[in-house]
């Protein structure tokens, strides 16, 4: 049996030392982040500052060449054109996947259907599948010799009715786009309506069970109590959603590889390939840094809204 | 409360097309898969008479290089998901329990790493690596992995362990357990729905990696994301019906887990937002 004095200076000995336990708990997660984002940010801003390819990378050549590679950007008309593509990959995504999500969760949650749970665990599978499997699904539909579409198209006339007869989905520069955000429309839609099943589910249902004594109808239901409070889940969805958004590109370079003839390539992409294709890494970390701002914009945004949320929630 | 059948059948409508165009994609790669090779030889492709056979499945699987991709697959991400919810779980105590100096600086701090993303950082890690001769190991992949999904893991398991009433632990305490003891064997138990969130989303995160994997990594650590578009260049199109069978291969574990964790896998995937 020890004394009571060294228990109590054993307990003194413990509080001392476990001043020092939580600083000592977060510290390898600390590290962690620090050497492998913060520190590769910091370097990316040193070769962004150079000129710099991947044989220089090697030799450990490279020459300072200051702001040179920014002003490089702002005249590349490839960067403006990876822009124009985000903005449109973007704009139809996240207008998609918020709309469909917005409606799936609806009607799961409206009581209409039995078992919701089977249709909603089949409605995740094309969010959990890797970017590389759904890319390859997506070839095996479209590609123009082994796809299934071209070839149901040439057995069908109804499709050719609906104009779905094209082989061409992956290789006319003027669509291509447009069928990649369909593509990521139908493997993001899963997360929106994840988020809004959530704040479908935190509107209480007397609500709706006194409007219906009221003799509200199921559109006026939707518009006059369902809107209004999801406003704020469908607000950080948005923001969500285009913050996500802007950074896919996996799924992009393995069905097109940002083709053809640079109609599909996206900012995140045209970054990814101009480091990796064209082995150019300090125009590439040049670009990363503008990326990380627009990103950090978009995250500014996202903030404020969420202050607007809770504003509105309170 | 009266439901009209019109409002079901329109219901209905909605869903059952939404789930076919999810599932179409896959069905059609596992037609594929099942077609013997000389199908696609010509345009319009053999899609639709009856010639099945198992062979790509059997060769898919009999082949080496995919087992070894496969291997490679399940060491880096089992590593990735280990570490990240132990160094995680960590920090996330550390978070939950004490009050210290700078504690909502260092929330916020780790809430940034969330809004970085990878794509503004991979040049630079490549950058990094290459100077440091690290390229092509399981640690850099490892490490990387683990990295992309901490902060998420941190704030998941922070608000679990808020809600395990801190009392159990002075309990154990008082019993004279050191405080990394009564951790282990008091709280961590206790905290098992979010660890087994956490160790999922960060499996398969880093399972279902492509970017990280191809460009820190693939000639000797191949992931089997990059060992798909391998088969590929090695076949040169021809053999698509290999690769759409190695693709359900690879997709087959991920649903098989989906549909045992269901619940954890919603909790993981979107950060705790939505308990299942």
Redesign the interface.
Same mark, same amino acid.
Not at chain 2, 21 to 26: E, G, I, K, R
Not at chain 2, 97 to 100: A, E, I, L, P
Not at chain 2, 122 to 128: D, F, K, S, T
């Given at each position: 049996m020890p004394s009571r004095a060294s228990v109590a200076f054993r307990k003194e000995r413990k509080m001392k030392r476990r001043k020092y336990i939580p600083i000592l708990l977060i510290l390898p997660a600390i590290l962690m982040l620090v050497s492998l984002t913060i520190f590769p940010l910091v370097w990316a801003f040193f070769t962004s500052l150079k000129k710099m390819t991947l044989l220089d990378l090697m030799l450990g050549s490279g020459r300072y060449t200051g702001f040179k590679n920014y002003l490089e950007a702002f005249k590349d008309p490839l960067f403006w054109n990876s822009l124009k593509n985000s903005l449109i990959f973007v704009g139809i995504s996240v207008g998609g996947q918020v709309g469909f999500g917005l409606l799936l969760a609806t009607i799961l949650h409206s009581r209409l259907v039995k078992a919701p749970g089977i249709f909603r665990a089949l409605f995740l599978v094309p969010w959990i599948a890797s970017s590389v499997v759904v890319g390859y699904s997506w070839i095996y539909i479209l590609d123009a010799n082994l796809g299934f579409l071209p070839a149901m198209a040439t057995q069908s006339p109804f499709l050719s009715f609906l104009g779905l007869n094209r082989r061409d989905w992956l290789t006319n520069p003027n669509i291509v786009i447009y069928v990649l955000s369909v593509i990521n429309i139908w493997k993001g839609t899963a997360f929106s309506m994840l988020m809004q099943s959530a704040g479908l589910q935190s509107i209480p249902r007397s609500l709706y069970e006194s409007a219906e004594v009221d003799g509200a109808t199921t559109l006026q239901k939707f518009v006059f109590i369902t809107l209004p409070l999801l406003t704020p889940f469908i607000l950080i969805n948005l923001i969500m959603t285009t913050m996500i958004t802007f950074n896919v590109y996996d799924v992009i370079l393995v069905i097109t590889g940002g083709g053809p003839a640079h109609a599909s390539e996206v900012l995140s992409l045209f970054v990814y390939n101009t480091g990796f294709s064209q082995g150019e890494l300090g125009y590439a970390a040049a670009l990363s840094m503008i990326l990380l701002i627009v990103n950090l914009s978009i995250t500014i945004i996202y903030f404020m809204m969420l202050r607007y949320g809770e504003m509105r929630t309170a | 409360?009266r439901?009209r059948w019109s409002?079901?059948f329109l219901?209905?409508l909605?869903?059952i097309s939404?789930?076919i *165009?999810? @599932?179409?994609?896959?069905s059609?790669?596992l037609?594929?898969a099942l077609k013997p090779k000389d199908a =696609?030889m010509s345009?319009?492709?053999d899609? =639709?008479s009856l010639r099945l056979t198992l062979e790509n499945f059997a060769t898919v699987l009999k082949d080496p290089n995919w087992l070894k991709y496969y291997g490679d697959t399940i060491i880096v991400a089992s590593f990735a998901s280990l570490i990240a919810v132990i160094? #995680?779980s960590?920090?996330a105590? $550390? =978070?939950a329990?004490? !009050?210290?100096k700078f504690?909502n600086f260092?929330m916020i701090?780790?809430l940034t *790493?969330q809004?970085?993303? #990878?794509? $503004?950082?991979?040049?630079?890690?490549? !950058?990094?690596f290459? !100077?440091f001769n690290l390229l092509d190991t399981y640690i850099v992949l490892i @490490?990387?992995d683990?990295?992309g999904t901490?902060?998420l893991i941190?704030w998941l398991m922070r608000g679990y362990f808020s809600t395990i009433p801190k009392e159990l632990e002075e309990a154990a305490f008082m019993d004279g357990c050191t $405080?990394l003891k009564a951790f282990w064997k008091v709280t961590f138990p206790l905290a098992a729905p979010g660890i087994a969130a956490s160790a999922i989303y960060a499996f398969?995160r880093a399972? !279902?990696?492509?970017?990280i994997a191809r460009?820190l990594a693939g000639s000797r650590i191949v992931t089997y994301?990059?060992g798909?578009?391998m088969f590929t260049n090695q076949y040169e199109?021809i053999d698509?019906t290999l690769?759409?069978a190695a $693709?359900f291969t690879? @997709?087959l574990p991920?649903?098989v887990m989906?549909?045992f964790f269901?619940k954890y *896998?919603?909790i993981g995937?979107?950060g705790g937002?939505?308990k299942g």
């Open positions: - | 409360m439901k409002k079901v219901a209905y909605v869903l939404w789930a *165009f999810c @599932l179409f994609p896959f059609s790669t037609l594929i =696609f345009f319009p492709p899609y =639709f160094i #995680g960590l920090a105590y $550390s =978070f329990r004490y !009050n210290f504690k260092f701090f780790i *790493f809004m970085i993303p #990878g794509s $503004s950082i991979i040049i630079p890690l490549y !950058n990094m290459a !100077n @490490l990387v683990s990295v901490m902060p941190i $405080s398969v399972f !279902n990696d492509y970017i460009t994301t990059v798909l578009t199109g698509m690769v759409a $693709s690879a @997709l991920i649903i989906f549909t269901h *896998f919603v995937m979107t937002a939505l």
